[in-house]
C-alpha cells in the first residue's frame, strides 16, 4: 500500500511537471526570461529528484538490500537535486530581486545566457563536494564492499565519520547562505515597494514569492533533523520504523515539491494563460 501511494503521488506530480514543462518548451515568450528559465530547471531537476528517490524507496522495500554501486548511484543523484533546490531558490530571489529594485539594470544583468551560466553554477556548487566524498569512499574501501549489498543508506555507503561531519558543516553553509539570501531579497523588495516609484503591485507578488521560497526552504530543511526525528519516534513509537519513515518521506521529500508549481504555474498570470490554452488545446483534440 505504501509503494502504490508513492507511485500514485509520483504519476501525479510527474504530469503536472510534465505539462509545465510541455508548455514552457512550446512557448517561446519563456525561452529569454530568466525567472521562468530558473524556475523550469527547478521543475526538472525536482522530478529527477522524486523519480530517484521514489525508485529507491520502492526497491528497498522489494528488495530490501542492493549492489552499493547501485546504491552509490542513487545516493548522489538524490543528493545532487535534493541540494540543488535551495540553491535554485536562491537565485530566483535575487533575480526577484534585481527586477523590483534594478528595473533598469535587469535587461542586461538577467539575460537567458547568464541564466544557463548561473545553472551549471548552481549543478557545480551541489555535486562538487559529494564528488569529493565519492573519490574518498574509492580510497578507503576495498573493491570488495562495492560488489556487497547493503540497505541503501548514505551513511551505509559513504561510512568514513570524517564524511558525515562535512556533510554537516556544508549544508549549514548552504544553506545559511540561502537563508540570508531570501531574507535580504525580502525585506530589499519590501522597501523598495514603500519608497521607490516601483510598480506595487509588481513588488508585492515578488516579496509574497520569496515568501513561498522560505516556506519551501523551511521545509527542504527539514531533511536535516529528520533524521533526530527519527530516532526520537523509533524509541516512542518501537516496532515502527517503516511506517516513521514512510510518514517522514512524505512530509520533508514529497511535500515541498508541490510548492513549485504552485507559486509559478498557478499563481503566475502569463504561465497560468499558457497553461489554459495546454489544456484546452489537449481537450479540443481528445
Same mark, same amino acid.
Given at each position: 500500500m505504501k509503494n502504490l501511494i508513492l507511485v500514485l503521488v509520483w504519476l501525479i506530480l510527474s504530469y503536472i511537471n510534465g505539462t509545465l514543462v510541455s508548455t514552457f518548451f512550446r512557448h517561446q515568450i519563456f525561452h529569454a526570461d530568466p525567472r521562468y528559465i530558473l524556475f523550469i530547471h527547478m521543475v526538472i531537476n525536482d522530478a529527477i529528484q522524486l523519480t530517484v528517490t521514489i525508485t529507491l524507496f520502492v526497491l528497498s522495500y522489494i528488495f530490501y538490500t542492493i549492489n552499493v554501486s547501485f546504491c552509490c548511484f542513487f545516493i548522489l543523484m538524490a543528493v545532487f537535486t535534493t541540494r540543488n533546490t535551495p540553491i535554485n531558490l536562491a537565485s530566483m530571489a535575487i533575480e526577484r530581486y534585481i527586477a523590483i529594485c534594478q528595473p533598469l539594470h535587469h535587461p542586461q544583468i538577467c539575460t537567458a545566457r547568464r541564466t544557463y551560466i548561473v545553472i551549471g553554477l548552481i549543478w557545480f556548487i551541489s555535486v562538487a563536494p559529494d564528488i569529493? %566524498? *565519492?573519490?574518498? /569512499?574509492?580510497?578507503?574501501?576495498?573493491?570488495?564492499?562495492?560488489?556487497?549489498?547493503?540497505?541503501?543508506l548514505r551513511q551505509n555507503v559513504f561510512r568514513d565519520?570524517?564524511?558525515?561531519?562535512?556533510?554537516?558543516?556544508? %549544508?549549514?553553509? &548552504?544553506? $545559511?547562505?540561502?537563508? *540570508?539570501?531570501?531574507?535580504? /531579497?525580502y525585506f530589499r523588495i519590501l522597501f523598495?515597494?514603500?519608497?521607490? $516609484?516601483? %510598480?506595487?503591485?509588481?513588488?508585492?507578488?515578488?516579496?509574497?514569492?520569496?515568501?513561498?521560497?522560505?516556506?519551501?526552504?523551511?521545509?527542504?530543511?527539514? $531533511?536535516?533533523?529528520?533524521? $533526530?526525528?527519527?530516532?526520537?519516534?523509533?524509541?516512542?513509537?518501537?516496532?515502527?520504523?517503516?511506517?516513521?519513515?514512510?510518514?517522514? &518521506?512524505?512530509?520533508? &521529500?514529497?511535500?515541498?515539491?508541490?510548492?513549485?508549481?504552485?507559486?509559478?504555474?498557478?499563481?503566475d498570470k502569463m504561465f497560468r494563460k499558457y497553461l489554459r490554452t495546454y489544456f484546452l488545446r489537449n481537450r479540443n483534440t481528445n
Amino acid at each position: 500500500m505504501k509503494n502504490l501511494i508513492l507511485v500514485l503521488v509520483w504519476l501525479i506530480l510527474s504530469y503536472i511537471n510534465g505539462t509545465l514543462v510541455s508548455t514552457f518548451f512550446r512557448h517561446q515568450i519563456f525561452h529569454a526570461d530568466p525567472r521562468y528559465i530558473l524556475f523550469i530547471h527547478m521543475v526538472i531537476n525536482d522530478a529527477i529528484q522524486l523519480t530517484v528517490t521514489i525508485t529507491l524507496f520502492v526497491l528497498s522495500y522489494i528488495f530490501y538490500t542492493i549492489n552499493v554501486s547501485f546504491c552509490c548511484f542513487f545516493i548522489l543523484m538524490a543528493v545532487f537535486t535534493t541540494r540543488n533546490t535551495p540553491i535554485n531558490l536562491a537565485s530566483m530571489a535575487i533575480e526577484r530581486y534585481i527586477a523590483i529594485c534594478q528595473p533598469l539594470h535587469h535587461p542586461q544583468i538577467c539575460t537567458a545566457r547568464r541564466t544557463y551560466i548561473v545553472i551549471g553554477l548552481i549543478w557545480f556548487i551541489s555535486v562538487a563536494p559529494d564528488i569529493a %566524498d *565519492l573519490f574518498v /569512499t574509492l580510497i578507503t574501501e576495498s573493491l570488495n564492499f562495492f560488489h556487497q549489498s547493503v540497505f541503501c543508506l548514505r551513511q551505509n555507503v559513504f561510512r568514513d565519520p570524517i564524511l558525515a561531519s562535512k556533510r554537516q558543516a556544508i %549544508d549549514i553553509i &548552504y544553506f $545559511s547562505g540561502v537563508f *540570508l539570501t531570501l531574507i535580504f /531579497t525580502y525585506f530589499r523588495i519590501l522597501f523598495a515597494a514603500r519608497t521607490l $516609484s516601483t %510598480d506595487k503591485v509588481l513588488a508585492c507578488k515578488a516579496r509574497n514569492t520569496i515568501l513561498l521560497h522560505g516556506v519551501q526552504l523551511a521545509m527542504c530543511m527539514l $531533511s536535516y533533523i529528520s533524521p $533526530s526525528v527519527e530516532i526520537i519516534l523509533h524509541l516512542m513509537f518501537p516496532g515502527r520504523i517503516l511506517e516513521i519513515r514512510f510518514a517522514n &518521506y512524505l512530509i520533508v &521529500y514529497i511535500l515541498p515539491r508541490f510548492l513549485s508549481p504552485i507559486i509559478y504555474g498557478v499563481r503566475d498570470k502569463m504561465f497560468r494563460k499558457y497553461l489554459r490554452t495546454y489544456f484546452l488545446r489537449n481537450r479540443n483534440t481528445n
